[in-house]
């Protein structure tokens, strides 16, 4: 079975290595015209008046819109609006769409339109967004939701542990990073608009940019072209690009494009929720968990996008895998002028994740460990190959013969002794495997890289060898495709190829190896 999956050919595969897959970008159609969005200047404000005479008296433009020229709903899935009507409550929000013949024409006519703003408070931080005197970019208050998750008495908890770790945390906006630039073009014909826009949910789109130009469903027809990847992206952002192309299509009579310049992007388009967490653990001296309290801040930015499921998720997933008898966690997702946030990669599982390991790992730092005799991995005739399944069953036998006899597991000497049997055998075949191929530059990335046994046991190594090490922060260890891809480039530029049967599954004989 497994043959036969490596043999089926990815579709797209050779089109989009050899570069003849048409991405939105792409594509061209007779008399298109280019737009271009105008960005809001502040964070929080409101909207007075948008003068747009200079824009439409300028070489190429074909039209300027505002929202008083959306014919239909002026909103998408997330809250925000298409284009702003009466109140800008993020930097980047969109004024106004300017039509014209090349996207040159189309730039320059965008920074003629201005605007009179009456500008408001603002609030950048979800913690403060909660406190009773913030400035409220909604009339109902800036909080999105709460979500509580409780089990047992946290206090006694704690009153029972013997160590007792405090740590703050806060995450990072990310942005998806699609591979082709985030771009959508519309096309009046036969009588419809023919959307022709990489997304995750074709029919989501259709249903926007209907509503937006006042048709019934049936006069928009959504066509996806290639796409290079969304990880969370090319949803709410697709929708709104679309909404903006539609309107000015609907218009003008003539196909219309958006294409987002990364700095667009950077501004205006879906980023991962940043958390503030402050997280509290209790534990005996045997590695046994005795209390967890968790109190986390979301931020959801301007608009409501996806938050209330991170917020719902992140809170269910405090805990992590962990048996832990008093539990009190409480996450609180609020609106802030931030640029939204949404469905980037794990709807907030990597952002608890980090401050959840984080904790786990400095407990297990409590024992010096010495207390369990675990196997080291030996590959036989390959002194640099290593196996860590025997390792793991002998962790899992150890656990299952303490459970049978009745016997205390010391759980943080446990883990300490495992990390310990790991780092022994990686490390040294780093450090050998540099050696043999001249290196003098060794970088750890990726999950493995957040163990801090296996950090400060490289540095050391490292120090001792004369060679430099590289390892991003902690909060940047959890996602393996940054490694992957700068892996592929490597790969790329010393002329090694992959046949174009290859996917995800494990397929490979091992001796095709170097």
């Known amino acids: ?54 824009a ?46 090349s996207q040159e024409a189309a730039d320059r006519a965008a920074r003629l339109v201005t605007y009179d703003t009456q500008p408001m408070p603002a609030v950048f931080d979800p913690e403060e967004a909660l406190l009773p005197d913030a400035p409220k970019l909604y009339d109902d208050g800036n909080l999105i939701l709460e979500h509580r998750v409780r089990k047992g008495r946290a206090a006694k908890g704690f009153d029972e542990a013997d160590i007792i770790v405090e740590r703050e945390f806060r995450t990072q906006r990310v942005i998806p990073g699609a591979i ?87 501004l ?38 996806k938050s209330k499921t991170t917020t719902w998720r992140s809170g269910i997933e405090a805990t992590g895998p962990y048996r832990v008898e008093h539990v009190d966690v409480c996450m609180k997702a609020a609106y802030t002028n931030n640029c939204y946030a949404g469905s980037v990669r794990g709807f907030g599982s990597p952002q608890i994740d980090f401050a959840t390991e984080s904790v786990m790992d400095e407990l297990a730092q409590q024992s010096q460990g010495g207390v369990y005799h675990l196997p080291r991995a030996h590959v036989d005739g390959a002194d640099l190959d290593m196996s860590f399944s025997g390792l793991k069953t002998a962790v899992v036998n150890l656990a299952h013969n303490a459970q049978q006899k009745g016997e205390t597991l010391d759980r943080a000497a446990l883990a300490r002794d495992f990390a310990r049997a790991v780092s022994d055998e990686l490390v040294p075949r780093t ?16 999950g493995v890289a957040a163990n801090s046994v296996i950090r400060a046991d490289l540095q050391a190594a490292c120090d001792e060898a004369g060679c430099t090490l590289f390892v991003p922060p902690l909060a940047l260890c959890g996602d393996n495709g940054a490694m992957i891809g700068a892996q592929g480039y490597y790969e790329y530029l010393a002329g090694r190829r992959g046949s174009l049967s290859l996917n995800a599954y494990a397929t490979m004989d091992l001796n095709e190896l170097e």
């Open 1 to 54: 079975m497994a043959q036969r999956e490596q043999d089926i050919l990815r579709v797209d595969a050779r089109d989009k290595v050899t570069g003849r897959t048409k991405y939105a970008a792409d594509l061209v159609f007779d008399g298109i015209l280019y737009t271009k969005s105008v960005h809001a200047d502040l964070p929080h404000g409101k909207l007075l008046a948008v003068h747009t005479a200079a």
């Open 56 to 101: 439409l008296a300028a070489e190429g433009v074909a039209g300027v819109y505002t929202a008083r020229d959306i014919p239909g709903r002026n909103v998408g899935d997330n809250e925000k609006p298409i284009m702003v009507y009466d109140t800008i409550r993020s930097r980047g929000d969109c004024i106004a769409v300017v039509a014209a013949v």
């Open 180 to 266: 082709e630039p985030e771009s959508v073009v519309v096309s009046p014909q036969d009588g419809e608009l023919r959307v022709y826009c990489p997304c995750k949910a074709p029919f989501n789109i259709r249903r926007i940019v209907a509503a937006a130009c006042g048709l019934p469903m049936s006069a928009v027809r959504v066509t996806q072209p290639g796409m290079g990847g969304s990880f969370g992206g090319k949803d709410d952002d697709a929708g709104a690009m679309a909404a903006r192309a539609a309107i000015a299509a609907l218009h003008t009579g003539r196909p219309c494009r958006m294409t987002w310049r990364s700095s667009e992007t950077l």
């Open 268 to 305: 205006e388009g879906v980023k991962r929720h940043p958390f503030h967490i402050y997280y509290k653990a209790g534990a005996k001296r045997d590695g046994t968990l005795t209390a967890i309290e968790v109190r986390g801040f979301v931020d959801g930015g301007a608009y409501l996008s």
């Open 431 to 446: 450090m050998e495997a540099a050696h043999r191929r001249g290196r003098r530059t060794i970088v750890a990335a990726g």
